[in-house]
């Protein structure tokens, strides 16, 4: 905390500025007209990711204004001094897949980019969030945000999550529970027997999603399993034992108060399926699209009239009645080795579909190198897969990989709104598991029953 | 920023609930990167059907609501992407104020930095608001925002909140930037005593 004058919101100092090419350009034009410079260019990392193609890194780039867009970051951070891990660069990669895997994003630390996945760095127990442009322009020029003190919300998880449950499920499980809203105004932290035993990259899918409950921000405290994660990696501090030592400090105290709490036990969750165009609107795979008359309110209902006709569902359909046309695994919610693996154990010895075009979508340069040397790559390219090259591809449909009007997607992206992976085109969120599975089955299918084979 | 203090104009109704930016204005037109020109992408894909055309059902679309400055909408209006673009698409189409029963954060956080007002209203009062704009040729409210008050011609007002600072950039206009600024000392001086991880800068 900067300053907290009176009358005014108090100002907080940014550690980390993430920044990209879609957000970015019109913030650095702002910069550029007031006369002013990047105050902490040292605290600012730029890569590509939004639009980047994920055909092999050296094709062109044919839609001329995402080129331009991307040439416009390339000038601003050669011009105004900031670090960027352009196309070609080895450590190029989805902004909240590479800022953790470099060593970037560490506990404590206040980080921001203009982009609302931010809250994924949450994940290590620092306070991250999205911002706008104008805000962006603010931090290259000040290094500060005014930021009034937001409320806080305790999720509590208990229990453990069961076989072919992911932290995809329990998030989709908590805007399940809470709403797509039920977390405006906070901050989330998670906490509970079911989050402590999640991974890092389990933790960065649960954080990933606060926003899709409303939430600027979600964090977990940060334990040995984040301190392992970090330690070793080439932004990683160095002067690792105090680093260590200012980390134990900073877990909420045990008879902490929030605003909110919210309790959840992880044996009751089941893999989720959304069926409707927001994330709040999903089932377990094993049950049914919702009949009308489960809604309370009228305004429910015609909500609900809308998703149906642009889903193209019936209400009352069997989930497991629903067949795909598209599978995509990717995203910064799930695109880490881990979600990789759990995915390719799933495709190891079938084939996808006749009826189905599935891709996989690596969050990174890094990651990518990874699952090729673990042989994942040959899993996914024997099973039918395409294994592409990294960035947010068919999450926000930015690049060339959309879906056609009235193709069915089953994604292990973030959002399911309208058009968001292309116009017309119907999304249903999903894990890296199950996405896989209904790659291969052609339909959704619950993968707690899978046959895995070697 | 462009100043708010008291601003009249005509009412569009667009009564739906959870309006993501996505909708507000779609991905492929944040390829630009310009700030200006976006007014003609709001609400691209309600708006206008496969070909481009205008769709004549979409409330927007109707004659009476033509140079409509005031939005009335749904609850969690601009969940979803951060997307500023969403932002430059409304005021650049002519909206001044958006009236809803709620807001997404960071959206009302990117309209309060253009210059756009977000009013939170009752349920209850959007959908009376609604069903004036709906009824009655040529709807106007007036927005005051030095009484914190909205009103119209035929009885309707209601107050409605809003942060003492923001208020206060609004009104007169603000660049925030440069209010930030003004604090360099304590920022210098913060920084002395928390500078960048080694690690950052190599």
Redesign the interface.
Known sequence: MVSEAEGQPPLLYIDLHLIHEVTSPQAFDGLRTAGRKVRRPERTVATVDHNVPTEPRGTPITDAIAAKQIEALQQNCREFGVRLFDIDSADQGIVHVIGPELGFTQPGMTIVCGDSHTSTHGAFGALAFGIGTSEVEHVLATQCLPQRKPKSMLIKVAGELGPGVSAKDLALGIIAKIGTDGATGHVIEYAGQAVRSLSMEGRMTLCNMSIEAGARAGMVAPDETTYAYVKGRRFAPRDWDSAIERWKALPSDANAGYDAVVELDAAQLSPFVTWGTNPGMVVPVSERVPELSAMKTDAERNAARRMFEYMGLEPGKRIEHITVDRVFIGSCTNSRIEDLRAAAKVARGHRVSSKVRAMVVPGSQAVKRAAEKEGLDQVFRDAGFEWRESGCSMCLGMNPDILQPGERCASTSNRNFEGRQGRGGRTHLVSPMMAAAAAIAGHFIDVRNWEFRN | MKAFNVHKGKVAPLH???I?T??IV???F??????TGFGEFLFY?WRRD?NGQLDPGFPLNHSRHKGASILVT???FG??????HA?WALDDFGFRAVIAP?F???FA??CV??GVLTIVLSEAEVAQLVERATKHEDYQLTIDLQDCEVRDEHGFSAGFQV???TR?CLLNGLD??G???Q?ER??TA??AV?P??????S
Request: net charge negative; glycine share 4%.
């Open positions: 739906r609930a959870n993501d996505d909708q779609p991905k492929q944040l390829k630009r990167i310009e700030r894909d496969q749904g609850k969690n969940c979803g992407s951060s997307r500023e932002v709620s997404a954060d960071i956080n990117n930095k253009n942060d003492e600072f206060h925030d930037i209010l930030t600024l604090h304590e920022i913060y920084e928390h960048a991880p080694v690690r950052l800068v």
